[in-house]
């Protein structure tokens, strides 16, 4: 079975400091794993995503991720945060086994980030 | 390039009448095609699934019902609504196959039921 934790519901990190948002999963196998962020009212737009090689992958808006297979984690991260980057984050896993099955998402995790 | 178009961006229906929401794909053939709730800005709930023509996974079974009459044509329906029903409907597609690949969603339609 697959799955994905966030344990945040919400994430509050001032303007100019480096924000994190966590990310957990299960897999049987190895995973395919993404990271996609939802302004109010819109669908929801890729960020990044790990599918092999580097452990650090660089995405959208100076947001980068870094795949550790020990702590099964794909944290979010940014050196230096926006007040335009507040929005809802989502994970979300597949396992490379898995077929054609469907991604399976993360709860959400909402930043806001202060000026 | 492709797109994915859904509509209406905005719908309000009363409790007991039918629903029709229509997702559509362009510059890509064979998509798989994906029907997801999401319930006061929180999570996904990935309601249907289509790999093909005709060919529909219902995960949550409930009052509402998806077609897929046309390769890139993805319609979630519902006979009467019901108040729990409200919130936010995104369509989504992916590359068949291609499972290294994310999804591109639509814009997503605001249904309240009341």
């Known amino acids: 079975a697959q799955s994905v934790a966030q344990p945040e519901d919400q994430v509050n990190v001032a303007e100019g400091n480096p924000l994190t948002v966590k990310c957990t999963y299960s897999?049987?196998?190895?995973?395919?794993l993404f990271w996609y962020v939802q302004y109010p009212n819109r669908g929801l737009q890729f960020l990044l995503k790990?599918?092999?090689?580097?452990?650090l992958v660089k995405g959208s808006y100076g947001f980068e991720a870094e795949f550790n297979k020990s702590q099964t984690s794909f944290h979010l991260k940014k050196p230096s945060a926006l007040v335009s980057d507040s929005a809802l984050y989502f994970c979300?896993?597949?396992?490379?086994?898995?077929?054609?099955?469907?991604?399976?998402f993360g709860k959400g995790t909402r930043l806001s980030v202060i000026a | 390039s492709q797109t994915i178009h859904q509509w209406p961006a905005t719908l309000v229906q009363p409790v007991g009448s039918p629903l029709s929401l229509e997702c559509t794909v362009e510059?890509?053939?064979?998509?798989?095609l994906y029907w997801y709730r999401q319930a006061a800005g929180r999570g996904l709930q990935l309601l249907f699934y289509?790999?093909?023509?005709?060919?529909i996974s219902s995960e949550v079974p409930q009052n509402l019902s998806a077609s897929r009459p046309q390769d890139r044509q993805f319609i979630l329906s519902s006979k009467k609504l019901l108040l729990s029903d409200s919130g936010f409907y995104l369509c989504?597609?992916?590359?068949?196959?291609?499972?290294?690949?994310?999804?591109?969603f639509g814009s997503g339609t605001r249904l309240t039921v009341v």
């Open positions: 979300a896993v597949r396992d490379r086994d898995s077929g054609n099955t469907p991604l399976v």
């Open positions: 510059g890509t053939s064979n998509p798989n």
């Open positions: 790990y599918i092999t090689g580097d452990n």
């Open positions: 989504a597609w992916s590359v068949r196959r291609a499972i290294y690949e994310g999804y591109t």
């Open positions: 289509s790999v093909g023509i005709g060919q």
């Open positions: 897999v049987s196998g190895n995973p395919y």
